[in-house]
Every structure is written in structure tokens, then in C-alpha cells.
């Protein structure tokens, strides 16, 4: 314990399952520090800003977690921050060949820094912030998905 690591990722919105991979992080590393990326060649239904304010609700309170955004490489990112650890959330085996790529790219950039993946809990391990903003366009309750802060965000984003 004590060590720091990365949980990057465009948390468009964050979900239970992202904070089930968050907790799982935490209990093994102690701290980790939630990288929101600012891609812009991403269109994202929420801005940066409004992403890391979701996120810092949905984790207030957890011990070890600190929120931030950066643009840019993750691995510099993790330069900057002193550590060589990445957190990476596997939800079914599609995630594997997208998430498998990006670290060995990432490992050939920077031999130095470690990619670990992380499964949510079963009962999370379906969701996708893609899938719940879209049931969410047809008015479904996804309460049981996402913390209530980003189901009433999504809820008055959509009505706009």
C-alpha cells in the first residue's frame, strides 16, 4: 500500500462500475488519482469540467481518491505525477483487445509504467456510460447505474 496510480479514462458519464474498479484500486494501491482526459477529437455530452465536478461528488467522502483532468499522453500525465502505474477497468472481453492495444503502445512509449486491469463486480459489469446515455435519451431510470448526481445531470442535459 502507498503507492500512487492512475485511473484515467473520459467518465461520460462515471458509473457504478467505474467506481467499483475505483474501490478495487484503492484497497490495492491506497491512492489513486482519477485522470478525466480532455480528448478533442471525442465529442463528449458533458465538458471537462462538468465531468471532474461529477466525479468529485460521486467519490466525496473516499479516502485515498483524488480527481483531476489532464490533456495529452497518459503516460507523460504519470510522469508528472511520479508514478508508473495505470488502472484500467475490464468489463467484458471487448474491452480486452481495445484495452490489451493501448497498453502495449503504451508500454513501448514508456517501458517504465504498468497497465493493471481491474474487473467490476459482476452486477456492474455490463454497463457502458455509451449504453446509459443512450437508454437515458428514452427517458429510463438508470438510478440503479450511475450515482443520483449524474442521473439528475443527465436528466436536465437531456431535456435541453
Same mark, same amino acid.
Given at each position: 500500500?502507498?503507492?500512487?496510480?492512475?485511473?484515467?479514462?473520459?467518465?461520460?458519464?462515471?458509473?457504478?462500475?467505474?467506481?467499483?474498479?475505483?474501490?478495487?484500486?484503492?484497497?490495492?494501491?491506497?491512492?489513486?488519482?482519477?485522470?478525466?482526459?480532455?480528448?478533442?477529437?471525442?465529442?463528449?455530452?458533458?465538458?471537462?469540467?462538468?465531468?471532474?465536478?461529477?466525479?468529485?461528488?460521486?467519490?466525496?467522502?473516499?479516502?485515498?481518491?483524488?480527481?483531476?483532468?489532464?490533456?495529452?499522453?497518459?503516460?507523460?500525465?504519470?510522469?508528472?505525477?511520479?508514478?508508473?502505474?495505470?488502472? $484500467?477497468?475490464?468489463?467484458?472481453? %471487448?474491452? /480486452?483487445?481495445?484495452?490489451?492495444?493501448?497498453?502495449?503502445?503504451?508500454? =513501448? *512509449?514508456?517501458?517504465?509504467?504498468?497497465?493493471?486491469?481491474?474487473?467490476?463486480?459482476?452486477?456492474?459489469?455490463?454497463?457502458?456510460?455509451?449504453?446509459?446515455?443512450?437508454?437515458? $435519451?428514452?427517458?429510463?431510470?438508470? %438510478?440503479? /447505474?450511475?450515482?443520483?448526481?449524474?442521473?439528475?445531470?443527465?436528466?436536465? =442535459? *437531456?431535456?435541453?
Amino acid at each position: 500500500m502507498g503507492k500512487v496510480a492512475i485511473y484515467p479514462g473520459s467518465f461520460d458519464p462515471v458509473t457504478y462500475g467505474h467506481l467499483d474498479v475505483l474501490e478495487r484500486a484503492v484497497d490495492i494501491f491506497g491512492n489513486v488519482i482519477i485522470a478525466v482526459a480532455d480528448n478533442t477529437s471525442k465529442k463528449y455530452m458533458f465538458s471537462l469540467e462538468e465531468r471532474v465536478d461529477l466525479l468529485k461528488q460521486a467519490t466525496k467522502g473516499m479516502k485515498g481518491v483524488k480527481v483531476e483532468s489532464f490533456d495529452g499522453l497518459v503516460i507523460d500525465y504519470a510522469r508528472k505525477k511520479k508514478t508508473n502505474v495505470l488502472i $484500467r477497468g475490464l468489463r467484458m472481453t %471487448s474491452d /480486452f483487445d481495445y484495452e490489451f492495444q493501448i497498453s502495449l503502445t503504451n508500454r =513501448r *512509449l514508456a517501458e517504465d509504467i504498468e497497465t493493471v486491469f481491474l474487473m467490476p463486480s459482476e452486477r456492474h459489469s455490463f454497463l457502458s456510460s455509451s449504453l446509459l446515455k443512450e437508454v437515458s $435519451r428514452f427517458n429510463a431510470d438508470i %438510478s440503479s /447505474f450511475v450515482p443520483l448526481c449524474v442521473a439528475r445531470r443527465l436528466k436536465e =442535459r *437531456l431535456k435541453k
